[in-house]
C-alpha cells in the first residue's frame, strides 16, 4: 500500500493523456494556449506500465483525464488496455472526465471496457452562453454525447464551475435539468490555477453562498455518499437527486485525501495545489524492471503534503500555482 507521512492511504490515481483539449474555457485556460511536443508526452505504453504499477500499490479507482482525454490519438486502445485490471478484479473502477465533446462516438464501447460512471464538465445549458464561456463550444454535441453515455447505460455526473456574473443564475435550473435527466450534479468553486487573461476574482463564487440559495428554494440533506473524490453530498428532498459541492478555497477537502495526479509527461503530483512534483518519465524510460518504479512511488508519496494553500485575493488576483489545471489534470 502506498501511504503518506499523515497515514491516508493513496487508493485513487487522476492520470492526465494530454494536455490537449478541443474547448477554451475562459477560467480554465488561455485563448491561444500553447501545447507540449509529442515527445513530450508517456506513449500510451507508459501510461500503462504506470498505471498498472499504481494498481499493483493499491490504487483501486483510475480517473483518465487532459485536457480533454477523448481528443488523444487511440486512446481507447489504452482504455481497452487498463480494462484488464478490472477484469481480474483489482481494480475496482475505470472512470473518465470528459466535456462529452467526442463522447458518442465512444459511449457505447466505454461501457464495453467496464466503464459504468463518467464525469461531464458542463457549466451551462444556454447555447450562447456555453459557446461564450468554452469560446467554441458547441452545446447540442456536448447534450448529445451525455446521452449516448446514458443510452449506453453509463452514470452521468455532472460538474459545473460556479461563477460569478457568468452562470450563476441559472445553476437552479441546472441542478432541475440534471435531476430530471437522472443525474447528479456538483458544483466547483473557481481554482487558482495558470494564468489566463481575466481576474478570477471577477468571478469567484463561494459555494457557502450558492448552498444557502438552493436552501431558500430547496430541502436539502446531508448524506454521507463518498464517491472517492473530494466532493461533499447533498440529497435535495423535492428534487430527489444529490447535489455536490467541490469547495478548495472556502472549506478544503485535504484531511481525507486519498489522490494523486500523473500528468501525460509522466510528472506525479502528489498535492493539487502544490508544485512538487516527482518526474516518473525518467524513471520508466531508464529502467526495464518496474522496481525502480516503485522506490520512486516510495519516495514520491513520502513528500505528500498535509494539504494545499489555495486562495482568491482580490489583492493578489495572480495564480496560486503557475501550471493550468489542463496541464495537471481535471
Known amino acids: 500500500m502506498l501511504v503518506d507521512p499523515f497515514g491516508r492511504h493513496v487508493t485513487y490515481l487522476r492520470v492526465s493523456v494530454t494536455d490537449r483539449c478541443d474547448l477554451r474555457c475562459t477560467y480554465c485556460m488561455a485563448e491561444n494556449m500553447t501545447f507540449l511536443p509529442k515527445r513530450e508526452l508517456l506513449t500510451l505504453e507508459e501510461l500503462d506500465r504506470l498505471c498498472t504499477a499504481f494498481v499493483e500499490r493499491g490504487v483501486k479507482k483510475l480517473r483518465i483525464t487532459g485536457g480533454e482525454p477523448l481528443v488523444r490519438r487511440d486512446v481507447m486502445k489504452l482504455m481497452r488496455a487498463l480494462g484488464r485490471h478490472l477484469d481480474s478484479g483489482a481494480l475496482e473502477e475505470l472512470t473518465l472526465t470528459t466535456n462529452a465533446n467526442q463522447l458518442a ?28 464561456i468554452t469560446r467554441t463550444g458547441d452545446l447540442s454535441k456536448v447534450l448529445g454525447g451525455i446521452k449516448a453515455a446514458k443510452d449506453a447505460g453509463i452514470a452521468v455526473k455532472l460538474n459545473a464551475v460556479a461563477l460569478s456574473g457568468l452562470n450563476e443564475d441559472e445553476l ?15 458544483f466547483i468553486e473557481t481554482m487558482p490555477m ?20 438552493f436552501e431558500e428554494r430547496w430541502t436539502l440533506e446531508d448524506i454521507p455518499l463518498n464517491t472517492g473524490g473530494p466532493a461533499r453530498y447533498v440529497r435535495s428532498v423535492e428534487t430527489g437527486g444529490r447535489i455536490g459541492f467541490i469547495t478548495p478555497l472556502t472549506h478544503n477537502f485535504c484531511e481525507g485525501c486519498n489522490r494523486v495526479r500523473l500528468t501525460c509527461t509522466g510528472m506525479l503530483y502528489m498535492c493539487l495545489g502544490q508544485e512538487d512534483s516527482a518526474d516518473l518519465r525518467k524513471v520508466v524510460r531508464d529502467s526495464e524492471s518496474n522496481e525502480a518504479i516503485h522506490a520512486a512511488l516510495d519516495e514520491a508519496i513520502a513528500r505528500k503534503p498535509k494539504g494545499h494553500d489555495f486562495v482568491i485575493d482580490r489583492g493578489a488576483p495572480r495564480a496560486a500555482v503557475p501550471r493550468h489545471m489542463s496541464v495537471t489534470g481535471g
Open 105 to 132: 462516438r465512444h459511449a457505447a464501447e466505454l461501457a464495453g471496457i467496464g466503464v459504468k460512471r463518467i464525469n461531464v464538465s458542463l457549466d451551462s445549458l444556454d447555447p450562447d452562453r456555453f459557446r461564450a
Open 172 to 186: 437552479p435550473r441546472m441542478v432541475e435539468w440534471a435531476h430530471g435527466e437522472g443525474h447528479d450534479i456538483t
Open 194 to 213: 495558470g494564468e489566463i487573461e481575466e481576474d478570477r476574482t471577477m468571478h469567484y463564487l463561494p459555494l457557502s453562498v450558492l448552498r444557502e440559495r
